[in-house]
């Protein structure tokens, strides 16, 4: 049962250099009033993605694409024909 096991968690490995090499186009959204943890997160991927777009979709916390989809939907649509796919 993993949550009686005492053992100390693995370090993280520090993959940014790996991200770095990444050329696909990257977006990268949060919820303006997400969880400060994801937010750092989301920042530190737009920091290490070369092709990153980093978004907040207004009046929506941790789950943007079910508190406001319609905003959400804009977004990737939007993100979508600005790189020309899939629109």
Same mark, same amino acid.
Request: overall charge negative; charged content about 20%.
């Given at each position: 049962?993993? +949550?009686?096991? =005492?053992? %100390?968690?693995?370090?993280? /490995?520090?993959?940014? *250099?790996?991200?770095?090499?990444? =050329? /696909?186009? =990257?977006?990268?959204? @949060?919820?303006?009033? !997400?969880?400060?943890?994801? %937010? #750092?997160?989301?920042? #530190? %991927? !737009? *920091?290490? %993605?070369?092709?990153?777009?980093?978004a907040?979709?207004? $009046?929506?916390?941790?789950?943007p694409? +079910? #508190? @406001?989809?319609?905003? =959400? @939907?804009?977004?990737? $649509?939007? &993100? &979508? $024909?600005? /790189?020309? #796919?899939?629109?």
């Amino acid at each position: 049962m993993p +949550w009686t096991d =005492t053992s %100390l968690p693995a370090q993280p /490995i520090d993959v940014s *250099e790996s991200l770095a090499q990444l =050329t /696909i186009p =990257t977006l990268v959204y @949060n919820g303006a009033f !997400d969880h400060a943890g994801f %937010l #750092e997160t989301a920042h #530190e %991927l !737009d *920091e290490c %993605l070369p092709r990153c777009r980093r978004a907040l979709v207004e $009046k929506s916390g941790g789950f943007p694409a +079910w #508190e @406001n989809p319609s905003a =959400t @939907n804009a977004l990737v $649509k939007g &993100y &979508y $024909k600005s /790189i020309g #796919e899939f629109v």
